[in-house]
């Protein structure tokens, strides 16, 4: 069977291959950020240190996720993007067997960072893998997966951790089981995640300038893409797609176009989009508050008088899983309703704004579940309270967050990648200042009024 060697016209069942492999990956990354939260009173009586100290183990993590996204763009401007995310996987899960084998804290925190370098990198190539993978049609339902991975990892890694320690009594566990999931992965993405590059003249050459793109109409934009897009296309039968975009020396597509300098400034240029700046503030603040609720959950459950065990402040952490579950056909099916609708009310042209009525729902609940959540700490009740509280706020993260990225993607489909960027590392800026700043804070002051 041949077909054009545009990954937009793959079958759907490799697509979506290509799609779980991206989240699991970017899952894992940062469930190894976040599953040492109900473990911080262990790290510290074993290794005698303070709580305080073990506190910033997610933080060192959540820095260098961040800042590892910088160098996504330019390293798979040189190698492609199938590359530069295997050799991450690759240093990811031999960081997850060193974490395993750790024998000081200083060791340990070593491997936090450098664990993090290697795992922020596929959160910076997922948003331009989604969109040349799916269509404008679907791209919130297919973007919203990747937003739930970015929140699920943080949810399911106090989980898995709690579930082991309490099983094994052995903390090393956690990370050998990462290292396991790790290299399973490793090995499907060898096998099922092609390079999906595919160069074509970007959107910028449908107009004069980037201020012209801005004027022009944006369905004319889009419908001058796609029909460059459609003129460009070369047939291939699926098997000679498979071996040529996964095992190559070289491709016409991978072609740096700057120097490796200018590739890592590039995407700061989009701090001037009101659409991606809002983006990028919006997952901030939520993430923010993720890695704050997480590590105020830990160290408020497990001190006296709750003493709570790791199992179950990592159960409560299911909580945030179902939220985000909630917030999925908000962030992506409705929104790709909305789109499509447009559509058809304009003779096929959709408006992209049309998504943003989407997020309504979300923003509404979750800032009330940031209410409920203090109210609760404050006023001493059930922790029934605490586990609504968290649902609620964890839906803003593929409800609103998600229509957010989606919306900005439509924007500047060609510069998907430099969205990741600024969205993930503002969002890891934001979440390590606020874990190493307000969380200690934040943990005093409840260990004094709340408990």
Same mark, same amino acid.
């Given at each position: 069977m041949a077909m054009a060697t545009d990954s937009h016209t793959w079958p759907l069942w490799w697509r979506i291959l290509i799609l779980i492999n991206l989240c699991i990956y970017t899952t894992l990354g940062n469930l190894f950020a976040a599953c040492v939260s109900p473990l911080l009173v262990v790290f510290a009586e074993e290794f005698h240190v303070s709580v305080t100290d073990t506190s910033h183990l997610p933080t060192y993590c959540v820095l260098t996720i961040g800042l590892s996204n910088l160098l996504a763009i330019p390293i798979s401007q040189y190698i492609g993007k199938r590359y530069t995310i295997l050799i991450s996987m690759v240093i990811f899960m031999a960081v997850n067997i060193w974490s395993a084998y750790c024998t000081t804290f200083t060791e340990l925190q070593a491997s936090r960072?450098?664990?993090?370098?290697?795992?922020?990198?596929?959160?910076?190539?997922?948003?331009?893998?989604?969109?040349?993978?799916?269509?404008?049609?679907?791209?919130?339902?297919?973007?919203?997966?990747?937003?739930?991975?970015?929140?699920?990892?943080?949810?399911?890694?106090?989980?898995?951790?709690?579930?082991?320690?309490?099983?094994?009594?052995?903390?090393?566990?956690?990370?050998?089981?990462?290292?396991?999931?790790?290299?399973?992965? =490793? @090995? &499907? #993405?060898?096998?099922? +995640?092609?390079?999906?590059? *595919?160069?074509?003249?970007?959107?910028?050459?449908?107009?004069?300038?980037?201020?012209?793109?801005?004027?022009?109409?944006?369905?004319?934009?889009?419908?001058?893409?796609?029909?460059?897009?459609?003129?460009?296309?070369?047939?291939?039968?699926?098997?000679?797609?498979?071996?040529?975009?996964?095992?190559?020396?070289?491709?016409?597509?991978?072609?740096?176009?700057?120097?490796?300098?200018?590739?890592?400034?590039?995407?700061?240029? =989009? @701090? &001037? #989009?009101?659409?991606? +700046?809002?983006?990028?503030? *919006?997952?901030?603040?939520?993430?923010?508050?993720?890695?704050?609720?997480?590590?105020?959950?830990?160290?408020?459950?497990?001190?006296?008088?709750?003493?709570?065990?790791?199992?179950?402040?990592?159960?409560?952490?299911?909580?945030?899983?179902?939220?985000?579950?909630?917030?999925?056909?908000?962030?992506?099916?409705l929104a790709d309703i909305f789109y499509r609708r447009s559509a058809r009310r304009n003779d096929g042209m959709a408006i992209r704004e049309s998504r943003l009525k989407a997020l309504f729902p979300g923003a509404i609940i979750t800032p009330v579940g940031l209410v409920l959540i203090g109210v609760v700490l404050q006023k001493h009740l059930s922790w029934v309270g605490l586990a609504f509280g968290w649902l609620m706020m964890n839906i803003g993260l593929t409800a609103v967050a998600n229509v957010m990225l989606t919306y900005s993607v439509d924007c500047y489909p060609w510069r998907s990648a430099h969205i990741g960027v600024i969205v993930n590392v503002i969002k890891n800026l934001v979440g390590f200042g606020t874990s190493y700043g307000v969380v200690p804070w934040w943990r005093n002051w409840s260990l004094k009024y709340i408990m």
């Open positions: 960072i450098v664990g993090g370098l290697g795992a922020g990198i596929v959160e910076a190539l997922g948003p331009l893998i989604v969109t040349e993978c799916f269509s404008e049609g679907h791209l919130a339902s297919a973007m919203v997966l990747y937003s739930f991975s970015l929140g699920a990892g943080a949810s399911i890694g106090p989980v898995i951790a709690g579930l082991v320690y309490n099983g094994l009594h052995d903390w090393p566990w956690v990370f050998k089981i990462t290292a396991i999931i790790a290299g399973v992965n =490793l @090995l &499907t #993405s060898i096998i099922m +995640l092609p390079e999906t590059t *595919t160069r074509i003249p970007h959107a910028e050459t449908a107009s004069a300038s980037g201020a012209d793109v801005e004027k022009s109409s944006a369905f004319e934009t889009e419908h001058t893409v796609q029909a460059t897009r459609e003129s460009l296309q070369e047939t291939a039968s699926l098997r000679q797609i498979w071996i040529e975009r996964s095992f190559f020396w070289t491709l016409p597509d991978i072609k740096a176009e700057s120097n490796f300098f200018v590739l890592f400034l590039q995407p700061f240029s =989009l @701090l &001037t #989009s009101p659409a991606v +700046l809002l983006t990028s503030i *919006t997952f901030g603040v939520l993430i923010a508050f993720t890695v704050m609720i997480s590590i105020i959950y830990s160290t408020v459950l497990s001190m006296p008088p709750m003493l709570w065990t790791p199992l179950k402040v990592g159960l409560l952490n299911l909580s945030s899983i179902i939220g985000l579950m909630i917030g999925m056909p908000t962030g992506g099916i």
